[in-house]
């Protein structure tokens, strides 16, 4: 009895021995690896864990780079993760490379960082809207001319005039001389039509002006456009004999056509012609009627036999001396202040409404009267060799210059003029010339008479 009681607690004894020894300790192993090499870190890395132990991972990427997920024994994209170590475990860390514009172009071989959202770009990152790739300052997405040569100038489309057909005539802007071509005409190689040149058929006209710059080959032809802007033109003495082509000159306010050989010359289509000088040519006849605004007209020494300026009533200065003339009509031109007909075969001339005359000259023509009682403005009157068989200057108080010789006249009174200081009265049929007192009492030098007419302040 005894001896089983002693195994009993025996037993019992071994059995509360063995109970009471430590367990032995469990441990897994974690493995980081990270995707991309070097393109950030994973902390902590790689190490052993007791079993059950949490782990907190937190990946950080290198510059460059973010933080994409998590793959392996763990997955998702949270970061930090914590994981419980309860067997061993292989995690993956996988970073990318960084977009910043979100062009799906990394930063790193992005050279446009700042892509707008949603447009199209090349592999360096680009849209057409950030790139110039013939660099003449405009964006590819507005550069509908995308090869401009360099150093050209472009407009807003970026396009060179060596690029544009403006006017769609199958020749460039850049050699284009005309550049407004109307549509469906044909060209020459400069891209100008038949209707954008003047015909300029004498040689001289067309040198004077390849000279002046507006045109570049003798061909009788000049670009109209490149005339347009003239407003006065220069053509004295040229042996210029036809000046067809001057029609064209749409914008001329004043032309000089002085010594040339001129037979005929047609304004009719330069309406905005204010002075027109042409002396000394061969001039059979002139048509003036369209240019209203003529204020100034020189026709001297020419063949004119007639000369209608009816409808010139602004003139204020008409030379015509020296021509053929018979008869001169400038009763419609009210604002005439010089007037210059000499050397002509005029038998009258009525200036009664030209009242603002200043200066007359009307000497050798066939006049036997002349009436310039109206012309209260005149400080010059010169009408020498005439017929005139009587002058009345009484109205005229502000003549300076009066020259009457060589006519028929038998007496001329100066005594109403102020200020005379030229006078002439030779060569008539003058015995006495009625004059003031003070001009009695002092005869200028510069006044001539016949030799057997005498001043008088009385003449009757």
């Given at each position: 009895?005894?001896?089983?009681?002693?195994?009993?607690?025996?037993?019992?004894?071994?059995?509360?021995?063995?109970?009471?020894?430590?367990?032995?300790?469990?441990?897994?192993?974690?493995?980081?690896?990270?995707?991309?090499?070097?393109?950030?870190?994973?902390?902590?890395?790689?190490?052993?864990?007791?079993?059950?132990?949490?782990?907190?991972?937190?990946?950080?990427?290198?510059?460059g780079f973010v933080?994409?997920?998590?793959?392996?024994?763990?997955?998702?994209?949270?970061?930090?993760?914590?994981?419980?170590?309860?067997?061993?475990?292989?995690?993956?860390?996988?970073?990318?490379?960084?977009?910043?514009?979100?062009?799906?172009?990394?930063?790193?071989?992005?050279?446009?960082?700042?892509?707008?959202?949603?447009?199209?770009?090349?592999?360096?990152?680009?849209?057409?809207?950030?790139?110039?790739?013939?660099?003449?300052?405009?964006?590819?997405?507005?550069?509908?001319?995308?090869?401009?040569?360099?150093?050209?100038?472009?407009?807003?489309?970026?396009?060179?005039?060596?690029?544009?057909?403006?006017?769609?005539?199958?020749?460039?802007?850049?050699?284009?001389?005309?550049?407004?071509?109307?549509?469906?005409?044909?060209?020459?190689?400069?891209?100008?039509?038949?209707?954008?040149?003047?015909?300029?058929?004498?040689?001289n006209f067309e040198?004077?002006?390849?000279?002046?710059?507006?045109?570049?080959?003798?061909?009788?032809?000049?670009?109209?456009?490149?005339?347009?802007?003239?407003?006065?033109?220069?053509?004295?003495?040229?042996?210029?004999?036809?000046?067809?082509?001057?029609?064209?000159?749409?914008?001329?306010?004043?032309?000089?056509?002085?010594?040339?050989?001129?037979?005929?010359?047609?304004?009719?289509?330069?309406?905005?012609?204010?002075?027109?000088?042409?002396?000394?040519?061969?001039?059979?006849?002139?048509?003036?009627?369209?240019?209203?605004?003529?204020?100034?007209?020189?026709?001297?020494?020419?063949?004119?036999?007639?000369?209608?300026?009816?409808?010139?009533?602004?003139?204020?200065?008409?030379?015509?001396?020296?021509?053929?003339?018979?008869?001169?009509?400038?009763?419609?031109?009210?604002?005439?202040?010089?007037?210059?007909?000499?050397?002509?075969?005029?038998?009258?001339?009525?200036?009664?409404?030209?009242?603002?005359?200043?200066?007359?000259?009307c000497s050798i023509?066939?006049?036997?009267?002349?009436?310039?009682?109206?012309?209260?403005?005149?400080?010059?009157?010169?009408?020498?060799?005439?017929?005139?068989?009587?002058?009345?200057?009484?109205?005229?108080?502000?003549?300076?210059?009066?020259?009457?010789?060589?006519?028929?006249?038998?007496?001329?009174?100066?005594?109403?003029?102020?200020?005379?200081?030229?006078?002439?009265?030779?060569?008539?049929?003058?015995?006495?010339?009625?004059?003031?007192?003070?001009?009695?009492?002092?005869?200028?030098?510069?006044?001539?008479?016949?030799?057997?007419?005498?001043?008088?302040?009385?003449?009757?």
């Amino acid at each position: 009895m005894k001896k089983s009681v002693f195994l009993i607690g025996a037993v019992l004894s071994l059995l509360f021995v063995s109970c009471s020894k430590d367990e032995p300790l469990i441990q897994y192993s974690l493995f980081i690896q990270i995707t991309p090499s070097e393109s950030g870190n994973v902390s902590p890395s790689s190490n052993t864990y007791n079993e059950n132990e949490t782990v907190s991972l937190l990946a950080t990427p290198l510059a460059g780079f973010v933080f994409k997920n998590w793959e392996g024994d763990v997955t998702g994209t949270t970061n930090p993760i914590t994981i419980t170590m309860n067997k061993n475990k292989s995690i993956t860390c996988i970073f990318e490379e960084l977009d910043s514009d979100g062009d799906g172009v990394t930063d790193n071989n992005d050279t446009c960082s700042d892509t707008p959202s949603g447009q199209t770009v090349d592999t360096n990152g680009c849209s057409d809207s950030q790139k110039d790739t013939d660099g003449d300052g405009v964006t590819d997405n507005n550069d509908t001319c995308s090869d401009t040569p360099s150093g050209q100038t472009v407009d807003t489309n970026g396009c060179s005039d060596s690029q544009k057909d403006t006017d769609g005539d199958g020749v460039l802007d850049s050699v284009d001389n005309c550049p407004d071509t109307p549509s469906g005409q044909t060209v020459d190689t400069n891209g100008c039509s038949d209707s954008q040149k003047t015909y300029v058929p004498d040689n001289n006209f067309e040198q004077r002006l390849i000279d002046l710059g507006y045109d570049n080959i003798l061909d009788d032809y000049v670009i109209t456009h490149n005339i347009l802007p003239i407003t006065g033109l220069v053509l004295n003495g040229l042996n210029i004999k036809n000046l067809t082509g001057i029609e064209d000159f749409k914008n001329l306010h004043q032309l000089w056509c002085n010594d040339n050989q001129l037979t005929n010359i047609d304004v009719s289509k330069n309406t905005l012609l204010t002075s027109l000088t042409c002396n000394n040519n061969n001039l059979t006849s002139i048509d003036v009627s369209g240019n209203e605004y003529l204020t100034g007209l020189e026709v001297s020494k020419n063949e004119l036999m007639s000369l209608d300026v009816s409808k010139n009533k602004a003139l204020t200065w008409l030379i015509c001396d020296s021509n053929q003339l018979t008869s001169l009509d400038v009763s419609n031109n009210t604002s005439l202040e010089s007037l210059m007909c000499e050397n002509n075969q005029l038998t009258g001339l009525n200036v009664s409404n030209n009242t603002a005359l200043i200066l007359l000259r009307c000497s050798i023509n066939k006049l036997t009267s002349l009436d310039v009682s109206k012309n209260t403005a005149l400080t010059w009157l010169m009408c020498i060799s005439n017929q005139l068989t009587s002058l009345d200057v009484s109205n005229n108080t502000s003549l300076t210059n009066l020259f009457s010789s060589d006519n028929q006249l038998t007496s001329i009174d100066v005594s109403n003029i102020i200020d005379l200081t030229y006078f002439s009265s030779f060569d008539n049929q003058i015995s006495c010339i009625k004059v003031n007192q003070g001009q009695l009492n002092n005869i200028p030098t510069t006044w001539q008479k016949d030799i057997d007419s005498i001043y008088s302040l009385n003449c009757n």
